[in-house]
């Protein structure tokens, strides 16, 4: 017997409502409920980071939280970080740049640690880039290029504020 139940949530920007399995991951729910395939499941046991997602501007995990669990909070995916015509945000623009990126599967959890990191802190140190992004695993680009990426945006972000004082 399966239990179904309504969970409502912010999915980029979008009220989402829909009915899924009590048991339902936020990783699959999001994937196969809402079509949002660009969270990728890698280890679902919370080790890789492949299906980072922001909850409320927080990385998380999604393939071990519920969706239940994610009730009228607001949920960020790879998706909802390109802009309104699909033009990519400053921190994928940068892992492109760098090429920061490679097989890609680690990628949309990968752009979203960092992009929570950029938020909370426009100026991250290294140990603050390497916190942020310990956690999510990537098998081919030896962390380099992604920490080249951050760079990028970094000095990004500095420039934007020298033009925006003068």
Known sequence: MTTDQYVGLEVNGEWRNCATSARTSLADFLRDQLGLTGTHLGCEHGVC???????????????????????????????????????????????????????????????????????????PSTEDIDEAIGGNICRCTGYVQIREAVATVVAGIAEEDKVSTS
């Open 49 to 123: 980071g492949a299906c980072t997602v922001l909850l409320n501007g927080t990385p998380i995990r999604s393939c071990i939280m519920l969706a239940a669990q994610a009730e009228g909070q607001s949920v960020t995916t790879i998706e909802g970080l390109s802009g309104p015509r699909g033009e990519l945000n400053a921190v994928q623009d940068a892992f492109c740049e760098t090429h920061a990126l490679q097989c890609g599967f680690c990628t949309p959890g990968m752009v979203l640690a960092v992009q929570a990191l950029i938020d909370s802190n426009p100026t």
